[in-house]
């Protein structure tokens, strides 16, 4: 869910600046975006297996980098 709304939202903000290159280019800026969304959920999600039980879900995980900015319980190894 979370690469659709990056997705989503790289469209949004290279629909507005109408660049030339954007313009020319916009499947590849398009995949580039969408790539750019799976790589990191994909990076997150393996982080959490690592550290935590398979039945945390992924919006505690991202509530979690937003609010300890030291990633304490990833450093740590704690459960969430």
Same mark, same amino acid.
């Given at each position: #869910? &979370? ?7 790289? +469209? ?7 660049? @030339? +290159?954007? &313009?020319m280019h916009r499947k590849f800026v398009a995949l580039s975006v969408a790539?750019?969304? %799976?790589?990191?959920y994909l990076i997150c999600y393996k982080k959490l297996r690592q550290y ?9 995980? %991202?509530?979690? #980098?937003? +609010?300890?900015? !030291?990633? !304490?319980?990833?450093? @740590?190894? &704690?459960?969430?």
């Amino acid at each position: #869910m &979370k690469p659709a709304i990056i997705t989503v939202a790289g +469209f949004v903000v290279f629909n507005r600046q109408q660049t @030339e +290159f954007i &313009k020319m280019h916009r499947k590849f800026v398009a995949l580039s975006v969408a790539l750019y969304g %799976w790589s990191c959920y994909l990076i997150c999600y393996k982080k959490l297996r690592q550290y935590s039980s398979p039945l945390v879900h992924l919006d505690v995980f %991202w509530i979690g #980098m937003l +609010f300890d900015e !030291r990633n !304490r319980f990833l450093v @740590e190894g &704690k459960p969430l």
